[in-house]
């Protein structure tokens, strides 16, 4: 036997890790008892587990009667899934889900419907640039680059207010060139859990209408901020509009089933005959990916989403499961105003929404939040409160006041 004596991949450089999913890693490896994961987006107890939804685990054991073969899956995915997606983001009367003028597709995860919206536009608007918010998920940003875009930022998040930048953002998207695309976060936005209010959303669109540009909205938290409904909102006021555009949902959190990579894509379109043509080429994009979407976690979802006794299971979860991140946003400012009497605002940890808070934390107050309390935000700053628990929230308060000191 002879052993290569250079390696074919010199040039191959060292990947410098997932900023956020490095995280999880360094913090499985941390063997301090009392370490918190704020870090990751994902839904804990206030036990500190991951849930198994009752209605997952309910649709499970039905399934598991039943389960038969898993064939390949259409490259579109399940078609009672889609359906049910698209009654889930636009409601079911909806004009535009009646008239067939959206596409839909069953996708590996909201980030699976990202990366295959992305590879459609550069196919089909091949000079467009893309346009994030600053800050977004960083991932956001590799995905679309990932797909040969440029992609560039507009204004969104004010430091000074802890709230949105909404007239700077305005002003940007109103000098881009027609057909640019825009990524928007429909609610609970990630990393800063800074959303724009309805009125702004009305004030928005408009500016969308009317420079041509292509809105691209991620919703990876249905049900997270104020309700599975409204939290879809901007999607239906896009729809009401006559936008035409882009949306990747996420199932990940909301039916606590990250593994399984369930989500979707859809296409708001002019017409019937103009969905059907952006299917099949979705479709196409699809197939030179990863060819079929799989069987398991889309044929929970489906049964939960399309039984009625099971929706209404599920919706009290989602419920549940915000109430319970809200009740934690109010103990950690409670017991931070207690402790800093007035002398640091903290306001923002209730006005903003969904899963995360932009502390204001810089990196090096981060590290020694990690190295000195074994509390793990993103190096941002961004602080996941879905990890917060009863017994947890006061050493996470102390330790901010420790290093904020
Ligand atoms: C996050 O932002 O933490 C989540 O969306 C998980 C991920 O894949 O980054």
Redesign the pocket.
């Known amino acids: 036997m002879t052993a290569p004596t250079s390696s074919l991949f010199s040039h191959v450089p060292p990947y410098a890790g997932?900023p956020?999913?490095s995280l999880m890693e360094a913090f499985q490896a941390d063997p301090r008892p009392n370490k918190v994961s704020l870090?990751?987006?994902?839904y804990f107890d206030d036990e500190g587990r991951l849930p198994v939804l009752p209605s997952v685990r309910q649709a499970e054991t039905a399934l598991s009667q039943d389960i038969g073969a898993r064939p390949y899956l259409p490259i579109e995915g399940i078609a009672e899934f889609r359906a049910a997606v698209q009654r889930l983001l636009f409601g079911a009367g909806h004009e535009a889900v009646a008239s067939g003028r959206i596409a839909t597709l069953q996708t590996l995860?909201?980030?699976g419907g990202l990366k295959v919206g992305a590879d459609f536009l550069r196919r089909y608007f091949p000079g467009a640039g893309v346009w994030v918010s600053d800050p977004t998920?960083?991932?956001h940003r590799a995905i679309f680059e990932g797909a040969g875009l440029d992609v560039h930022s507009y204004p969104y998040y004010d430091p000074a207010t802890g709230g949105l930048s909404f007239d700077r953002m305005l002003a940007s998207l109103d000098a881009l060139p027609p057909r640019s695309i825009v990524l928007l976060h429909a609610s609970c936005h990630?990393?800063t859990g800074v959303d724009l209010s309805k009125t702004q959303w009305q004030a928005l669109i408009p500016v969308l209408r009317e420079r041509e540009l292509i809105p691209f909205v991620d919703i990876?938290y249905q049900g997270f901020g104020d309700g599975l409904d409204e939290d879809a909102c901007a999607l239906r006021a896009l729809a009401d509009a006559g936008i035409q555009f882009f949306a990747a949902n996420?199932f990940?959190?909301n039916f606590s089933m990250?593994g399984e990579r369930c989500g979707g894509l859809s296409v708001v379109c002019s017409d019937r005959d103009a969905a059907d043509t952006v299917l099949g080429q979705l479709k196409a994009t699809v197939r030179r990916n990863y060819s079929t979407p799989p069987t398991h976690g889309a044929r929970v979802i489906t049964r939960v989403l399309n039984d009625p006794t099971l929706f209404a299971l599920w919706r009290d979860e989602t419920a549940a499961m915000r109430q319970r991140i809200r009740a934690m946003r109010e103990r950690l400012l409670a017991v931070l105003d207690e402790k800093f009497q007035g002398r640091r605002d903290f306001g923002y940890l209730v006005r903003q929404r969904g899963?995360?808070s932009y502390t204001g934390l810089d990196e090096s107050q981060v590290a020694r939040l990690r190295d000195d309390h074994a509390v793990y935000l993103?190096r941002s700053g961004?602080m996941?409160l879905s990890g917060l628990t009863g017994a947890n929230v006061d050493h996470v308060a102390q330790a901010m006041a420790a290093v904020l000191a």
Do not use: E, Q
């Open positions: 997932d956020i999913l870090s990751i987006g994902v995860g909201g980030s998920w960083d991932n990630n990393p990876a996420s990940s959190k990250y899963m995360f993103v961004r996941c």
